[in-house]
């Protein structure tokens, strides 16, 4: 795995961002947002929803856990999940998320929450607020997204 740094000035680069990563997508991927309250993870996997096709704007599933989309409401399906709400891996068993990897794309906000049984495959994109109010995004990028990456 390798790991790249990217600064994003503002929402719009957040956004755009996200657009450049649904170019990428596969089914069966899992893209793994993490950083604190605030950090732009909704906004990101907003940006990826919306280069998928998705009119609107993507509500937080900060409430119902796991918001899944189909197709034609996005090129692909997507389980938009948000584990903010639970406390234990033990308690993300029932929500069967891999299940979704058999024909979705999984994107997760709070993956910590899962402990190990994040996904080896997953790219991790680690997000920090700057001093400036910019983003500092992280990427752990798997052998399965290397190519790909370079391409973001």
Do not use: C, N
């Amino acid at each position: 795995m390798a790991d790249v740094g990217l600064y994003l000035a503002d929402e719009a680069a957040m956004l755009d961002l996200g657009h450049r990563i649904a170019t990428h997508v596969r089914i069966g991927d899992v893209v793994a947002l993490e950083g604190g309250l605030g950090a732009g993870k909704t906004t990101l996997a907003r940006g990826i929803l919306e280069a998928l096709g998705l009119a609107g704007e993507a509500p937080s599933p900060s409430f119902a856990i796991v918001q899944p989309y189909d197709v034609p409401e996005v090129r692909l399906p997507v389980a938009h999940v948000d584990l903010y709400r639970l406390d234990m891996p033990e308690d993300t068993e029932e929500l069967a998320l891999g299940d979704y990897l058999m024909d979705s794309l999984l994107i997760v906000e709070w993956p910590d929450r899962l402990g190990a049984r994040l996904w080896p495959h997953a790219l991790r994109l680690s997000i920090a607020i700057e001093g400036d109010g910019a983003r500092r995004l992280t990427a752990d990028v798997p052998d399965a997204w290397t190519e790909r990456w370079s391409q973001i």
